[in-house]
């Protein structure tokens, strides 16, 4: 069986002052060519289908065409959402379009049934888990089950997940599939993601150990992430688009087959944007007059000691789509924002701080400044879980 897997859309998102309606259009556009190319049994995408929970206009139309381009192809359509999206809007009209083989998840209630796809080797399950926090799985066994003492240990992230799976009954005799849009821990974050600190949002990878592929969403950068089980495969299939100037990679579409035995390979087919992301560095007058004009989008790091009122307005006639002028010395201290972030899910909220301190202090933490560090996590730690269960 093959799929094509995709995440992490972000439609109607913008870039500082310029829209991305165009080049998103046009991405997608090239998508659905792949898809018409290929012609794969199933679309997965993996939330994070909108930039925000309430879309513009432009972004809900711009979805509703690409969803009618597969839709003609008569190619089943699985869609989860994302901590960017709204579930309850994303899955407005599900039951409708459930007519069409289109299949959106709602928001998390506990209850997770899979769609069962066959090919010429039998039967294919797909499972559909929406983005969850451990509040929303706290909340969804004290509602569907009413087990409170269950719901009391529902801490971490990973916690929430592994519940959520086991509340799914799967068959890892089966050939499984699951969609989930996660921070799975010891992958690679980009800039343009959003981070949460000292990697609290992170995810064991063994949750998934009962699939065959676990189609995920959330990091921007293809990446497979390494586990110790036997036919299961971990895989981001990362943004179609860079949505920052930081080190994104290439890129692509992810084509999934699934053999008989239920192995899972990948194989990438690269993607080119309208306009690509460019950072353009020297001085004002090397940038002038030695580089051409382009339509990409445009960070220009200036050498030039004094940085002049009139270089942005010249900058801008020559870069139409200048995004951000910065300067060598602002970006030499800003270069850790500009690399991908691994965070270890076993790090602590303390453990990610001290890093942080010592690198931009050049010494580490005295014992003074650790022992009140570690009491003002304590005291927010306390403070974020009350207000997730509500408690006073």
């Known amino acids: 069986m093959k799929f094509i897997h995709l995440s992490d859309l972000h439609i109607g998102k913008s870039l500082d002052r310029f829209r991305l309606i165009d080049d998103q259009k046009y991405i997608l556009s090239r998508i659905?060519?792949?898809i018409s190319e290929e012609k794969p049994d199933a679309v997965l995408i993996s939330g994070d289908v909108y930039d925000r929970g309430i879309p513009p206009i432009e972004a809900v139309e711009m979805l509703d065409e690409f969803l009618c381009g597969i839709s003609r192809m008569n190619i089943?359509?699985?869609?989860?959402?994302?901590?960017?999206?709204?579930?309850?809007?994303?899955?407005?009209g599900r039951t409708l379009m459930e007519g069409t083989r289109v299949y959106i998840s709602p928001a998390y209630n506990g209850n997770v049934e899979p769609i069962v796809l066959n090919d010429e080797f039998g039967e294919v399950y797909i499972y559909m888990l929406p983005f969850v926090k451990p509040a929303h799985?706290?909340?969804?066994?004290?509602n569907l089950y009413g087990n409170e003492e269950e719901a009391a240990k529902i801490s971490t992230y990973?916690?929430?997940?592994a519940k959520a799976i086991e509340l799914m009954g799967v068959n890892n005799r089966n050939r499984n599939i699951l969609l989930s849009h996660q921070f799975v821990g010891n992958a690679v974050r980009c800039a343009s993601e959003t981070v949460s600190v000292g990697g609290a949002d992170a995810v064991s990878p063994d949750v998934y150990r009962d699939f065959n592929y676990a189609a995920l969403g959330h990091l921007h950068a293809p990446q497979t992430i390494k586990t110790d089980a036997e036919k299961n495969v971990l895989y981001y299939c990362g943004s179609p688009l860079k949505y920052s100037f930081s080190n994104e990679p290439d890129k692509s579409v992810a084509v999934v087959t699934l053999d008989a035995k239920g192995s899972a390979a990948v194989r990438r087919i690269p993607l080119t944007p309208m306009r690509d992301m460019r950072i353009i560095q020297g001085t004002y007058e090397q940038i002038m007059s030695d580089e051409a004009e382009c339509n990409d989008f445009v960070l220009v790091v200036l050498d030039d000691k004094d940085i002049l009122s009139h270089y942005f307005y010249d900058l801008r006639d020559k870069f139409p789509n200048l995004v951000s002028i910065d300067t060598k010395a602002a970006r030499s201290e800003q270069s850790g924002?500009?690399?991908?972030?691994?965070?270890?899910?076993?790090?602590?909220?303390?453990?990610?701080?001290?890093?942080f301190f010592t690198r931009m202090n050049d010494r580490e933490m005295t014992a003074e400044e650790t022992a009140h560090m570690s009491e003002l996590i304590e005291k927010a730690a306390h403070k974020l879980n009350n207000e997730e269960t509500g408690e006073d």
């Open 137 to 142: 799985v706290r909340e969804a066994l004290k």
């Open 158 to 161: 990973t916690d929430a997940v």
């Open 32 to 34: 659905t060519e792949i």
């Open 337 to 355: 924002d500009n690399e991908a972030v691994i965070i270890s899910e076993n790090e602590s909220y303390l453990d990610i701080f001290m890093r």
């Open 76 to 92: 089943p359509l699985f869609i989860i959402s994302g901590n960017h999206d709204s579930s309850e809007r994303l899955a407005f």
